[in-house]
DNA sequence: TTGTAGGCGTTATCAG
DNA sequence: CTGATAACGCCTACAA
């Protein structure tokens, strides 16, 4: 009575079962290889006392966590949420847990945090994309930590990677632009240094314009962070050009929307008078109005199949097995034919 | 050549520095205690051999993983995604890491993650909310892990929150809601079981209305997961109601974004028809059509109070100071006076 | 200022 | 099937 308490450590739950620490530590991990009686007298004792199994000490004993980590670009908004949920419960299923940090799009904070989760011991790493600084992959292969690519699908690349082609979803996207006879085509991408998922997407545009017989000329770019605001700053300048686009393509759904509000304020009606497309189909997609056209990426297989493929590296399954995950156009009202130049 | 190195150790650096493994370990946790060429020494073969401390052996060791853990309900929108964000941005300034789960609003699962936290040394817990089994409360009593709760503010509770009070803050817009002339009033809940927050905030709303003179019969509520569809489907069901509600205030941002499509797709006009309040004030908030009158919830100054003062409780610096952050109401076009019942 | 040595809580190997 | 016992990598008195 009164005794403060600390944690209960595995030889604790020993001596009140009265085995050896081994039998504990069987029973906990290899149930099987114990006998049921002892079984169920450890059992009790771990209960009794609430034992929780030291992590760090497991992990160092056992050279392994049944962790994951996952570096996203951000949490601020929808864009990897969904994919990273359908991550997370596959790694559930599989015994797997789930450690997240954002960066921010900082290569340098995505660089301490890939150090800070193989130094906690993560089994294996979800990154985003390919574009980094060599030297991470170097320091991962180091300390032999399996890593898949996800968002991204590049499969001559250094990495294995889970995901879509940018560059052909955004292409199929412009094509679509173009079929609904727009000449004039501007696009606000997300920053491109250090992103190849954007840069991929302004190259998809390129390559239907391109194919299409279309020059240079035809395209006005500009390059923003995914943040709504910017979105519809970069809206606002391409609306003050002459002539004036008839169509913004939009690197993501986040900076769509930002344009969507800043017609709205501007009293640009679309698709009347400009049409807009976005990319991702997050749920903010079908729920602003014009709802709108863009890429549907199916993220929740993406996260699916992403948690296979990284556990089966983990476990030496699999040498990293690239897969590619199919996008479609998603047609809504936010694109229409550009208005007649009467 | 050819060798295969894996990761370097404290006793990798130290003898490629020549000195002991405690040099190299005051190196890396109090530099100033060694002399300035000696240090030089260390850092640059930690340097050349690109060694990373291992962080279980560290924590073991050191009883202290400068990692706090959140365990947050979900990350698939964006209502806890900027209080985080800044919760986390504050943690770094600090030197701590933020660790993050979802727990899904299931509570066995927040139960398990919160295991698995303090198993992984956290040194402190964020967790959303109040209501909770008080065997977790023991459970981190007996592992001695302060835990601050955060989206809520009930100073008489049991743990220290920082948060704001989510009755009052429904009851004001609610007080709006009347003064703008409702008197047939339905509210989208989320779920209350296990959500003081949901609870109150169908409080606040029983409150105001209450004050108001209006009795239990003015009140139509629906409970529903926090998931936009859900929010349309509620919506639906209260436009069946004869006579119909003429306004409908949601449990959250997210909620009533779902209702906002629902009344599109109905063909019934918001404000003119029927109202809509949200929760929260979240971006989407003000990107919806019609924009959303709301509670705005200052999330980035929440975030941040709570770290600072977590880290206080971590350190022994504070015994847990609760602190209430203040809301109000954001005023916007989805709020109008009810229709003419002429 | 620096080195020595013990211990943190588990797992895994190897006997018994 | 179960029990000793040696790692695992680092921190921290304590000693020099």
Redesign the interface.
């Known amino acids: 009575m009164g005794k403060t308490?600390?944690?209960p450590t595995l030889t604790d739950v020993a001596r009140e079962a009265g085995v050896s620490t081994a039998t504990v530590s069987r029973c906990l991990n290899t149930p099987e290889r114990v006998i049921e009686s002892t079984r169920q007298r450890v059992l009790q004792a771990v209960e009794s006392l609430?034992y929780?199994?030291?992590?760090?000490?497991r992990?160092?004993a056992a050279k392994r966590?049944f962790t994951i980590g996952a570096i996203i670009p951000t949490?601020?908004?929808?864009i990897f949420?969904?994919g990273?949920?359908a991550f997370?419960d596959e790694l559930r299923e599989r015994g797997y847990?789930?450690?997240?940090?954002?960066s921010a799009y900082d290569p340098e904070a995505e660089r301490e945090q890939i150090?800070?989760l193989?130094?906690?011991?993560a089994d294996g790493l979800l990154l985003i994309g390919h574009a980094r600084d060599p030297e991470i992959y170097?320091?991962l292969d180091?300390?032999?930590v399996p890593s898949l690519v996800a968002w991204s699908y590049v499969p001559e690349a250094r990495r294995p990677s889970v995901g879509f082609s940018n560059a052909c979803a955004m292409r199929a996207l412009a094509e679509s632009v173009l079929a609904a006879g727009h000449r004039r085509i501007a696009m606000i991408s997300g920053l491109t240094e250090g992103n190849d998922r954007a840069l991929s997407r302004v190259e998809g545009v390129r390559q239907a314009l391109q194919a299409a017989g279309l020059g240079e000329g035809a395209l006005t770019l500009i390059e923003t962070p995914y943040e709504?605001d910017k979105g519809a700053e970069a809206f606002r300048q391409l609306m003050a050009l002459e002539p004036r686009p008839t169509v913004v393509m939009c690197g993501n759904d986040v900076l769509a929307?930002g344009a969507?509000?800043e017609a709205?304020g501007m009293g640009i009606a679309v698709p009347e008078q400009v049409s807009v497309t976005g990319f991702d189909d997050i749920?903010?997609a079908?729920?602003?109005?014009p709802a709108l056209t863009t890429v549907h990426v199916p993220h929740r297989e993406m996260g699916r199949k992403a948690a296979r493929e990284l556990v089966a590296m983990v476990e030496g399954t699999s040498a990293g097995q690239p897969e590619c995950i199919s996008t479609h156009v998603v047609t809504r009202q936010s694109l229409a034919a550009p208005p007649d130049p009467s």
Chains 1, 2 share one sequence.
């Open positions: 308490r600390s944690a609430g929780t199994p030291n992590f760090a000490a992990v160092m966590s949490m601020d908004n929808a949420a969904r990273l949920q997370q847990t789930l450690l997240v940090s954002s150090r800070t193989v130094a906690r011991g170097e320091y180091r300390h032999q709504i929307a969507l509000r709205k749920e903010l079908a729920i602003v109005s």
